[in-house]
């Protein structure tokens, strides 16, 4: 009831205790089972062994993560334990290839895991044997332990011996897990017989266990379309699977390539589906198709409900598979959805409206935008309109959003808003208040005003002349502005900021600076408090540290902070191993916009680029160059900016257990 896990950062091994929970386990701390007395220990992989003793692999390094520079590794002293419970065994040499496969079959009763799955995969390796298959099909009726009979049944299905007749068996069985391994075990061949297929949609339709249930969405998706249909459909009808972490999304991925292949039936499944989110995916799925016929499919459906939660379902999958594409052809009958639904719960019309400027209706432009302009109106829901009218580019737009400057509510969404737009006017509106804004809404408004150069040169003259502290100009926002691959910029920049790259050397003389500031007896302690605000105005707009922040960078939580040398070689030289899921893009707009962010997320219609401040998504056809970086979406300079004082404040926030 126990698993074992190896903790690098924490020098130790974990124990967590399983507990069912539907159709799955939930995980909660026991006592750990091993810790180390020094952090160089790094347990990478653990295996039982023949004589119920555990072996570890110790990478004894200093260094605790990967490194390009192979010559920072110590490869001179790994080590491996043994670990035993009890009184010490010393362990026979143990070869299993010399007994016969009679023995071998007698050892999946045996109590020691390793010898087991051994014995089995040798088993396999000899191929199908009538002698093998006897013993095994005697061992699964012939013992009332489950835990034996989904040994015997592993090793017949791996070495080819599991029939329909004895599947059909074990789907009958009173253990849910053997009735679930029969079900996956089965579905492997892909090809089933009609009398095991019927019996998939009995259990589908009636069999108690969530176990069994999450086993035969699983099953489903190996079938062909034609033996899925039921099953699928049996799945969605258990109300009672509504909260549990892993059926509803299995069930759908064993419904979704269906839909593509009969949208009505598909969709008259996730009408009536009990689980959650399975409407909302379906109708995504659809929409996706792109086809008038299968648009209409919707809006017949549409048409015909009446209850305000599966409209908002079909609503939201739709809106989300438009996501990011400014016009697309109104499909036929939406008129008269508009007239029926203006009637509708709040939450219907919030979702109806965008859609139907996306349609390129007429009538919804001009509601959006009064919407948007009535400062009597509740903040959320011109908050959304706002959201609608940039989605579709509304031309009018930029002279609102300047005038929006001035609205608290709506001044941050502004800010934003702005830079989609290459209006002259807008430096000048964000640099004229911009001594009055918070500091998240000067984040916004930098951000803004770097992603042109039309608007960069504007901001740059206003510090120079510091009407914007040159403190303020932090190091991503200083990359932003070298993205623009404007020489004039860059000269200026490097003026009234500092250079783009540090060379080596320079990197290990800043290292021995802060180390040395860290270490310091004669400056004043550390302030850990002051350090977590200049966290949240450098670092949380990317990066999770004790469960808040962005999510652009690896959550820091987790991570080895309280190892010094550890913590600056990551801010210093933030390039010295990058992850591809934190390169740089830097994607040019043809209407002179530049995005620098991570666009990961791409389809052939869209990419989505996350920035520190938010997540865009633009159409292909917008788009000039996208170019990859070499370089992690973590500038280089973070600590350029901040003197001393701030610097060992930051530091010692980033080492901390947290600061309630």
């Not at 020098?11 to 020094?38: C, Q, T, W």
């Amino acid at each position: 009831g126990a698993a074992f896990m190896n903790n690098i950062h924490g020098a130790r091994i974990n124990m967590d205790v399983l507990e069912p929970r539907g159709s799955g386990y939930v995980g909660k701390h026991g006592e750990d089972l091993i810790r180390f007395n020094d952090a160089w220990s790094q347990i990478v992989d653990l295996q039982m062994g023949p004589d119920d003793s555990v072996f570890m692999i110790d990478w004894y390094d200093k260094q605790q993560c990967h490194n390009r520079n192979v010559e920072v590794h110590d490869r001179s002293n790994g080590r491996i334990f043994k670990v035993s419970y009890g009184e010490l065994k010393k362990a026979a040499p143990v070869d299993l290839q010399k007994l016969s496969s009679a023995e071998l079959v007698q050892l999946q009763a045996s109590p020691n895991e390793w010898l087991v799955r051994h014995a089995r995969r040798i088993l396999q390796e000899r191929g199908p044997s009538v002698e093998v298959h006897g013993a095994l099909a005697k061992m699964l009726t012939g013992n009332a332990d489950p835990t034996r009979k989904l040994r015997a049944l592993w090793a017949l299905h791996s070495t080819g011996g599991l029939t329909p007749e004895i599947g059909l068996a074990l789907l009958a069985a009173s253990s849910e897990h053997v009735r679930a391994w029969a079900a996956q075990s089965m579905g492997e061949e892909r090809a089933i017989s009609l009398l095991v297929a019927k019996e998939l949609v009995r259990l589908a339709k009636e069999d108690q266990s969530p176990v069994v249930r999450l086993y035969l969405a699983a099953a489903a998706q190996r079938l062909a379309p034609e033996q899925r249909w039921e099953i699928v459909a049996g799945l969605h009808f258990h109300a009672e699977d509504a909260a549990d972490h892993n059926v509803p999304l299995m069930a759908w991925w064993a419904l979704e390539p269906l839909v593509a292949l009969d949208v009505n039936r598909a969709l008259s499944i996730a009408l009536e589906s009990k689980l959650p989110r399975a409407l909302e995916f379906t109708s995504r799925r659809v929409t996706t198709i792109g086809t008038p016929e299968a648009m209409g499919v919707l809006v017949t459906a549409l048409q015909k409900l009446d209850d305000a939660a599966r409209q908002s379902a079909v609503l939201t999958g739709i809106t989300a598979a438009l996501k990011g594409q400014r016009t697309v052809p109104l499909p036929p009958g939406w008129e008269q959805i508009e007239t029926k639904l203006t009637s509708a719960d709040s939450s219907v019309r919030a979702l109806l409206q965008p859609l139907s400027l996306t349609f390129g209706s007429s009538s919804a432009l001009t509601a959006t935008r009064q919407t948007l302009i009535d400062s009597t109106g509740a903040a959320p829901a011109r908050l959304r309109a706002l959201e609608s009218l940039l989605n579709v580019q509304d031309p009018a737009l930029p002279p609102v959003l300047q005038k929006l400057l001035a609205d608290p509510a709506l001044r941050a969404a502004a800010l934003r808003g702005l830079g989609a737009y290459g209006d002259s006017h807008t430096p000048n509106a964000i640099i004229d208040i911009y001594a009055q804004l918070t500091a998240g809404e000067k984040r916004d408004a930098l951000l803004t005003l770097v992603s042109r150069a039309a608007f960069a040169q504007p901001l740059l003259a206003a510090v120079a002349a510091d009407r914007i502290p040159a403190r303020d100009l932090s190091a991503d926002i200083a990359r932003q502005i070298r993205a623009l691959n404007q020489p004039d910029l860059n000269a200026q920049l490097e003026k009234l900021w500092g250079v783009a790259r540090e060379a080596t050397a320079d990197k290990i003389a800043a290292r021995e600076k802060y180390k040395a500031l860290v270490a310091s007896t004669t400056l004043p302690k550390a302030d850990a408090m002051h350090g977590r605000a200049i966290y949240e105005r450098t670092c949380a707009a990317c990066h999770t540290l004790f469960g808040a922040g962005g999510k652009i960078g690896p959550d820091l939580t987790g991570s080895n902070r309280a190892d010094l040398d550890y913590l600056l070689h990551n801010i210093l030289d933030p390039n010295a191993e990058i992850p591809n899921a934190y390169r740089t893009s830097a994607v040019e707009l043809k209407d002179g916009r530049v995005l620098v962010g991570v666009a990961n997320q791409q389809d052939p219609k869209v990419v989505t680029v996350v920035t520190p401040n938010e997540a865009l998504t633009i159409p292909r056809p917008e788009i000039k160059t996208t170019t990859v970086s070499e370089f992690s979406m973590m500038p280089e300079g973070l600590l350029t900016p901040l003197n001393d004082r701030e610097a060992r404040d930051l530091i010692a926030y980033l080492r901390s257990g947290g600061i309630p």
